[in-house]
């Protein structure tokens, strides 16, 4: 019964990874398509991962957080704006489509950047401040 319920809902899991059921290491040719292509130190990213990376570059706009290369805080409220947009967009394209966990976190980092990014409005800061 659980298999034909994961049948109509029209996905493939395929098992990439890079290791047999024994624990051998599974060679490059012999691994699924994909699985090589990644490096060790990679972790794969998730829909989390993915939220909780343009929140950091949000923060960062918004002058929240240093640049991790210069060390400088930089504030650009148009790019932090952008960012703020495409997170938005991100919620009303996914609406029903992730975990219940998923859709808690991006709508709590959603509703914080808003109104980080409203209070510096509202405040009158300026670019590059």
Do not use: C, W
């Amino acid at each position: 019964m659980s298999d034909e319920r994961d049948e109509s809902r029209g996905f493939r899991v395929t098992d990439r990874r890079r290791f047999a059921e024994g624990g051998d290491a599974v060679p490059v040719s012999d691994a699924p398509s994909g699985a090589g292509a990644q490096s060790a130190a990679a972790e794969p990213v998730t829909f989390s991962t993915f939220i909780l990376g343009l929140s950091t570059q949000a923060l960062l706009h918004l002058g929240d957080v240093a640049d991790p290369t210069s060390g400088h805080v930089a504030r650009d409220l148009d790019a932090a704006k952008h960012v703020i947009d495409i997170l938005g967009i991100l919620r009303e394209k996914t609406r029903g489509n992730v975990e219940p966990a998923e859709e808690s976190l991006l709508e709590s980092m959603l509703y914080d950047l808003r109104m980080r990014y409203v209070a510096l409005m509202r405040s009158g800061a300026k670019e590059g401040t």
